[in-house]
């Protein structure tokens, strides 16, 4: 197949790409390297079944020749990301799903919304359901990202309802391997990066706060199950590792691995900051015969040994270096 991935050159997009090239199809990558990086697609340069494109999804999108499948995965998915341009970002969820829709339309490609476990907000329901309509500020900080993946869904439901697209949701939870950025700003890079180059670990909070950690091998399993499903889904599905752990239990957890004795500092706990993660994959069990396999304990090996790869000799990692 010929398949375009929007935010290709990120950390769930590049791995995604190399999956769908793995299987033998060919892959264009829309990315604006914003927060994503070329290096995460260097292997992929050069390749007959490979091609970037440098472009914001913001701006309508133009592709000769047919595209079979669709994924949307463009947008900063962390909140020292997204909230350095919060205009840009809503814009990126809002403007960018409606350029992939209409294209999606015009080329009668299957489509995929990576939206968020961030559409539930500060939830008042574990574990969140796809039917959980969420507790979310509209008017904070983290509103830019959790209200345009929630408009973004309007927008595939409406394309799908009314104008005849056939179109997937994906509600992605707390995900983490290799790839991420070092200055990503999600707890596990944030952990990993602090222990191997001898910083103090920062806990937000307590610590007592719930996440919930699926494996990126794990995660794009699920998205491309999710979007060859013959009968495909009439509403979102979760897509996320249901094992629940505090912070806290987190950062001992990769104390341990890395052999770093640091202690913990703790900060206020930021503004909607929400206090439990845990996904139902009912849906995704019964609809895609999909769960996660990669335990928590392997899935930090991996990606410290994936980190422990790029510290330079200075101890920093080459991305966060000035």
């Known amino acids: 197949m010929r398949i375009l991935v929007t935010g290709g050159a990120g950390f769930l997009g590049s791995t995604l790409c190399k999956r769908l090239i793995s299987e033998g199809n060919r892959v264009i990558c829309l990315d604006s390297l914003v927060t994503g990086r070329l290096a995460n697609i260097s292997e992929l340069i050069g390749r007959r079944d490979f091609r970037f494109i440098r472009q914001d999804v913001i701006k309508p999108i133009s592709i ?67 039917s959980y309509r969420g507790s979310v500020n509209t008017f904070g900080p983290r509103a830019c990202y959790d209200e345009g993946k929630r408009g973004a869904e309007t927008l595939f439901y409406e394309y799908g309802i009314h104008r005849g697209v056939e179109t997937r949701i994906a509600r992605i939870f707390n995900t983490y391997g290799p790839q991420m950025a070092a200055d990503d700003g999600r707890v596990v890079s944030n952990f990993i990066v602090q222990a191997l180059t001898g910083q103090p670990l920062t806990i937000y909070g307590t610590g007592e706060q719930t996440r919930s950690f699926c494996y990126v091998d794990d995660l794009v399993d699920g998205l491309i199950r999710l979007m060859r499903a013959p009968e495909g889904s009439k509403m979102p599905v979760n897509l996320g590792n249901p094992g629940e752990f505090t912070v806290k239990e987190l950062a001992q957890m990769v104390l341990e691995k890395t052999g770093a004795k640091l202690p913990l500092v703790h900060f206020d706990l930021p503004k909607d900051d929400p206090r439990q993660r845990r996904p139902d994959i009912g849906l995704a069990g019964a609809l895609l015969g999909w769960a996660p396999t990669v335990p928590l304990s392997e899935g930090l090996d991996r990606t410290i040994a994936y980190f422990r790869s790029e510290i330079d000799q200075e101890g920093m990692p080459r991305e966060m270096e000035a």
């Open 64 to 130: 000769e020749g047919p595209l079979d499948e669709i994924y949307n995965l463009a947008c900063p998915a962390s909140p020292n990301k997204y909230e350095r341009d919060p205009v840009h970002t809503f814009r990126t969820s809002i403007f960018g799903a409606e350029n992939v829709l209409q294209l999606a339309a015009a080329k009668k490609a299957r489509v995929l919304q990576a939206s968020t476990s961030e559409v539930y907000g500060d939830p008042e329901l574990s574990p969140q359901p796809e």
